[in-house]
């Protein structure tokens, strides 16, 4: 089955970095586009970034720009947000999530991390 599993989050003083990891399997992983959301306390979930199979990518969030990178290494299945400059606001859940088709499936469905909580606070 298809499995999202990120890792990388933690506490972070403002003004430092942190570089999220979302390694996958059980679908063609260089074949989709791959997606970082966020989910901050009593808001609604918020797509950050977007990185296609081929490496072509977009900054979503506008509160982000100049501050995030997304990129991919298609031969570990991977895909990583790398945070820098990081606000008190950055604070939430992320999730990496992907619109695919699992192996031997004809149908594509939403698949999604569990999440992995990133805080940043003095």
């Known amino acids: 089955q298809v499995q999202l599993v990120e890792s990388g989050g933690g506490l972070v003083e403002p003004g430092g970095s942190l570089r999220l990891s979302c390694a996958a399997s059980g679908f063609t992983f260089s074949a989709y586009a791959m997606t970082w959301y966020r989910q901050a306390p009593g808001k609604e979930r918020e797509l950050v970034a977007t990185i296609h199979g081929g490496g072509e990518s977009t900054i979503d969030a506008d509160s982000v720009k100049g501050r995030f990178t997304i990129s991919r290494d298609n031969a570990k299945n991977t895909v990583y947000l790398q945070m820098n400059s990081l606000k008190p606001e950055d604070t939430a859940v992320y999730y990496c999530?992907?619109?695919?088709?699992?192996?031997?499936?004809?149908?594509?469905?939403?698949?999604w991390g569990q999440g992995t909580q990133v805080t940043v606070s003095s």
């Open positions: 999530s992907t619109y695919a088709a699992r192996e031997g499936a004809l149908y594509y469905s939403r698949y």
